[in-house]
């Protein structure tokens, strides 16, 4: 889930003293630590080595209002402050904790005998110039809107803001140059090589190698996405140098970084499924936080382009489904190397006499560079193609061209790798070029205990599977698909 926005006013005489107090001017702990628990105070030490930090701290107020919307607030989110109707700077929150006797030596009790005990502090305090006009353009509030009291955004609104943070400098009102971080951003970037250190987020994407301020994905809303930040967020990652298993974007309990919720394939996930669909190379940065051989002791380093070769869904460690992405370091000095089949299409045989060839069970990879490619065995797909005639066994079209019919062998489970499918007839349907693609993005799927073909996109389609005798389908290899590659986890009732 991308990080939400929090909007704190501090225009007011008491919002104005406290900011100046305690966001402008650094708590020092070592100042307080005599009324502090020990275990506040090494955990404020743990996430602010310096022995400093900015505060902030919101009332509990007469209803639970107040402190339900605290408790909403994670590490990593974003606060904005704002007083005569503009919002004058931003910081993101670190560690948030409960301390009345704290807040009390901080900034004494309000006229409701109250104070302001439920804590945050902050890093990365920037200062920005931003009318409510323009943001209330921005995030879809009434244009008259006014920030009024303390207010945890939905993650829609928010989303809507980091997009126009990602692609503003607000601090001097003007567009970050296109190179940077406009839809043509994809790529290297010039005058950042790869091995360049970053001692922060802000710096990274102050360079334009990575858009947003804490999320792991860089990736403006409803396009692919440009970049990565491997930063240890997901204990499902792997990460070996040239190949990297990536995990998705949301699911996770902002306390405890346990899986709690299935991944969606929406937001930063969608933009690195649209970045592998158009065969778009991404940037991969690595932090030191990211528990990895190939991680900087400090700070974060850019680290090359990588493509997006498979992306599939997984049982998490913890249970729910996450989306994966495998990722390929791409070397200047790549050289894909092709082999042609041995055997000319015209060399098969009248269906009738047709005999499956065994395959090859294990399929093993080719590689040239850091760019591998499964070692097909081109008389199995054949078999198939010419046992239908070049029929699509999904929508029964068959195409013809001037050298005569047209279709193409699609492998259910893919091949080899992660997925570990096999190069055998029971692994292939014959479909025309339309089906084929959406099933290897998992638009169509098949469901194994009705063979029938279903849509991810459109839940009325349903058609049946063309099926021939000669032709023994592994069932289990449709349910494989459904689960990994169409995401699709809810199985159809059986009769």
């Known amino acids: 889930m991308a990080g939400l926005v929090i909007l704190q006013p501090a225009g007011n005489k008491g919002g104005r003293e406290h900011y100046v107090d305690t966001i402008e001017t650094p708590v020092r702990f070592q100042e307080f630590k005599s009324i502090l628990d020990a275990k506040l105070y090494t955990l404020l030490l743990e996430a602010h080595p310096s022995g400093e930090a900015a505060i902030w701290g919101v009332v509990p107020g007469n209803s639970p209002g107040n402190v339900n919307k605290w ?52 890093t990365d305090i920037k200062k920005i110039d931003i009318s409510y006009e323009e943001f209330n353009e921005v995030v879809g ?46 790529g290297e970037v010039p005058g950042f090589p790869e091995g360049s250190i970053f001692l922060s987020r802000e710096e990274l994407r102050e360079a334009g190698l990575h858009s947003k301020p804490v999320d792991g994905i860089s990736c403006i809303f409803g ?122 299409v015209s060399a098969i045989k009248p269906s009738s006499e047709l005999i499956a060839p065994a395959g090859n069970s294990n ?6 560079g850091v760019i591998q490619r499964i ?40 091949l080899g790798g992660t997925h570990k499918g096999s190069d055998t007839p029971e692994n292939i349907l014959c479909l025309c ?28 389609y349903d058609s049946k599977l063309i099926l021939l005798n000669k032709h023994q389908i592994d069932t289990t290899n449709f349910e494989y698909h459904r689960l990994h590659i169409a995401g699709f986890h809810k199985k159809e009732p059986t009769d």
């Not at 399929?363 to 040239?368: A, G």
Request: aromatic residues 10%.
């Open 433 to 460: 070029a339309n089906c084929h693609t959406l099933f290897d993005k998992g638009a169509l799927y098949v469901e194994e205990s009705s063979l029938t073909v279903k849509s991810t996109i459109y839940p009325e």
């Open 223 to 344: 396009n692919p996405a440009d970049a990565i930040v491997l930063s240890g967020g997901y204990i499902d990652d792997k990460d070996e140098g040239d190949y990297i298993l990536y995990t998705g974007q949301g699911g996770q309990d902002p306390k405890t970084k346990k899986q709690v919720r299935d991944q969606v394939l929406e937001k930063g996930n969608l933009g690195l499924m649209m970045s592998k669909d158009r065969g778009i190379p991404i940037r991969v940065i690595r932090g030191s936080g990211h528990k990895s051989i190939y991680s900087p002791k400090d700070g974060y380093r850019y680290d090359g382009l990588y493509s997006i070769d498979e992306a599939f869904t997984e049982q998490s460690k913890d249970g729910p489904w996450i989306w994966r992405f495998e990722l390929r370091k791409i070397h200047s000095d790549e050289v894909i190397t092709w082999s042609e089949p041995k055997e000319k």
């Open 141 to 186: 509030y009434k244009s008259n809107n006014v920030i009024q009291g303390f207010t945890v955004m939905d993650e829609v609104k928010s989303e809507k803001f980091l997009d126009y943070l990602a692609t503003t400098d607000l601090t001097v009102k003007r567009a970050i140059p296109a190179a940077t971080i406009s839809k043509d951003s994809f």
């Open 363 to 368: 399929p093993e990879r080719r590689s040239s």
């Open 71 to 122: 408790q909403r607030i994670s590490e990593g989110d974003l606060v904005l402050f704002s007083a005569d109707k503009r919002i004058h700077s931003y910081g993101l929150v670190s560690q948030k904790f409960n301390s009345r006797i704290f807040a009390e030596k901080l900034w004494g009790l309000s006229e409701e005998n109250q104070t302001w005990e439920y804590m945050y502090t902050l």
């Open 375 to 414: 070692v097909r065995n081109s008389k199995v797909t054949q078999f198939i193609k010419a046992l239908y005639d070049n029929r699509c066994q999904f929508c029964e079209i068959q195409l013809m061209t001037s050298s005569g019919g047209y279709s193409e062998g699609a492998h259910i489970r893919p």
